[in-house]
């Protein structure tokens, strides 16, 4: 990862951050989605966004959730009431950039590419686009305080189970 | 006899035009061949009897084109179009496709113009269509240009019919369609003018995807209330739309449009939820502001998913309101463009309270997911056997309103006006 120009990032920071974002992708592909809403504060912002809404400063989300418990009910549901066809997700996370650091906590961005795999088929590329985070320090973690995912397509094939 | 063009051959009827592919294999429309779902000479036919033919097509709303010069492109059926208002104010329909040699001219998604001007040989249109400007048209030091007889007015931008309702923009490839009331019928105009009831309205963004089934498998989901209580355990745990509660189903006179109508219920077990697998009495919500409906339209009915031939459903779920568009690429596949909207005089809390229950609409959707996935299950299946028959007779065989959801009537009235167009 690497830090905007006149940032002071110490190594021991950076690898702090380069830890969260990788802890992060492995709970997701390693398919423990309870785990996932402990990467947020409790009173987290996540957005899921196609870049066409975010560009025109639409509001409206794939997924929009405004709190860590709105993070939990949506694993509720995806493993309690949704039906949909086996499927896996890989997240692919690079270019990792600390920005700005403020008051609010740390700003950052990342690529991310998810591949999906279904039953029977080859792998493809399912979505890409960016990470823009706010990341903040609770009782010595690390955590999103705000995740934005823009992805770049306007289009997503099928359906979105699993969080980006 | 060569034609005027000098080619040998003269122009031959297309062929989605004459005698049907196919033989429907019954006088109902409660058995559904398989085929209807894969056959690419019926879609071609669709494309034409359908999508080209006398149906109004959704095109977008009218608070997408805010400013004179304002367009933006759109898919209707096959066909590319760009809507756009002119400097006078009104809303018309272009064809993307440059009347020189086709190439399509806008490929921005939305934009603000003066004026088209086709990128390849810069050929240039008004708001209008129509053409105003051919480089070179007179040739260049006297050689050269266009034909003495070619005329600018002979070669617009091809222009749909449209017509606006309360906001919404509808377009036609045929002159011949009956006015947009007569289309809908009373019923349908009633609930169609009780979403759209005159106020302004604000786009709060779009979603989009591609499912790999067939368009038609669309409108048969949401046509379909039997399968949302048992489907949708999200739904039926919230008692947001359950077989048990006040409901019906009504459509207009020729079954082509339908509405399903639902009253809010309760989390609580009782005959029917003992019957539904999928009703959880013990799932409560951490952070409860996600299901938080509010009353905002007159009479009892929280739910109004409303169908409207040949590309349109109008989603009204508590406070979640939205227009999906149906846009079919080819038999085997179909993109749903969701376009979400409020109205103007909306509080801070009712937009937020609108942003938050979007998520169970889209691709992500908590309820709407399990619909794109029984979609891809069910186009699978039917790749499987084309000549085989679907079965659409919960309720009966016959085509009428009802006042429950215990039934399939609706995807019979669809399919009873899909043979009449078709002729099949």
Redesign the interface.
């Known amino acids: 990862m690497i830090a905007a120009p006149g940032l002071d990032a110490s190594p021991a920071l950076r690898m702090r951050l380069a830890d969260l974002y990788c802890a992060y992708a492995d709970a997701l592909d390693e398919g423990e989605l309870e785990r996932w809403p402990e990467f947020f504060t409790a009173n987290c912002l996540y957005r899921v966004v196609p870049r066409e809404n975010f560009e025109q400063g639409m509001p409206i989300a794939l997924i929009y959730c405004e709190s860590r418990g709105m993070l939990i009910d949506r694993v509720t549901a995806i493993r309690e009431t949704a039906l949909y066809v086996p499927r896996m997700l890989r997240h692919l996370v690079s270019n990792i950039r600390l920005r700005g650091v403020d008051a609010d906590g740390m700003r950052l961005t990342a690529s991310f590419a998810l591949l999906q795999t279904m039953v029977d088929r080859p792998s493809e590329l399912f979505l890409c686009g960016q990470y823009r985070d706010r990341v903040v320090e609770e009782g010595g973690q690390l955590c999103f305080a705000e995740r934005i995912c823009v992805y770049d397509s306007t289009i997503v094939p099928t359906s979105l189970v699993f969080p980006v | 006899m060569p034609s005027a063009d000098g080619s040998p051959f003269a122009p031959s009827e297309t062929r989605a035009g004459t005698a049907p592919v196919r033989q429907w294999p019954d006088a109902g429309s409660s058995r559904i061949p398989n085929w209807v779902y894969t056959d690419p000479e019926l879609f071609a036919r669709e494309q034409q009897r359908i999508f080209a033919g006398e149906s109004w097509l959704y095109v977008c709303l009218e608070a997408e084109l805010a400013q004179p010069g304002a367009f933006k492109r759109a898919r209707l059926g096959a066909k590319e179009v760009v809507a756009v208002r002119d400097a006078a104010g009104a809303i018309g329909v272009l064809v993307n496709r440059c009347a020189h040699r086709s190439a399509q001219f806008c490929s921005a ?1 939305r934009g603000l113009v003066q004026e088209f001007v086709c990128p390849y040989h810069q050929w240039t249109y008004d708001l209008g269509g129509k053409l105003i400007g051919v480089p070179f048209r007179r040739g260049f030091r006297g050689q050269g240009g266009m034909p003495e007889d070619f005329h600018l007015g002979e070669h617009g931008l091809e222009s749909l019919a449209v017509t606006c309702r309360h906001g919404v923009v509808f377009a036609s490839f045929s002159n011949a369609t009956e006015p947009f009331a007569d289309y809908l019928g009373g019923t349908m105009l009633g609930y169609f003018d009780r979403v759209f009831d005159g106020r302004e309205l604000v ?10 089934s067939n368009w038609k498998l669309m409108f048969e989901n949401i046509k379909d209330p039997y399968h949302a209580s048992l ?4 739904l039926v ?1 919230f008692g947001l739309f359950r077989l048990d509660q006040q409901s019906s189903i009504e459509m207009d006179p020729t079954g082509r449009h339908a509405v399903l109508v639902s009253s809010k219920g309760e989390q609580r077990e009782n005959d029917a939820t003992r019957q539904m697998r ?1 009703f ?1 009495s013990n ?1 409560a ?3 409860p ?2 299901l938080d409906p509010v009353r905002e339209f007159p009479g009892a009915a929280t739910v109004v998913m409303q169908t409207l031939w040949p590309n349109l459903i109008v989603q009204q779920q508590s406070n979640t309101l939205a227009t999906r568009q149906i846009v079919p690429i080819d038999a085997g596949r179909f ?1 749903l463009a969701w376009t ?1 909207f409020g109205y103007a005089d909306d509080t801070p809390e009712m ?1 937020q309270r609108r ?2 229950q ?2 169970l609409m ?3 959707g ?1 309820v709407s ?2 619909d ?3 979609m ?2 069910s186009q699978a299946g039917i790749g499987g056997d084309e000549e085989a028959l679907c079965v659409a007779e919960m309720g009966g065989r016959a085509v009428r309103d009802e006042p429950h959801m215990v039934t399939e009537t609706a995807i019979r009235g669809f399919y009873r006006y899909y043979r009449r167009v078709m002729e099949l």
């Open positions: 998604a786009v709060l963004g779009y979603l989009r995807q591609r499912i790999p489907l949708h355990v999200f745990t999928a959880k799932f919500l951490n952070d502001r996600l993109d979400f937009r942003l938050r979007a998520n889209g691709p992500a908590l997911l399990d794109s996935e029984a891809l299950l």
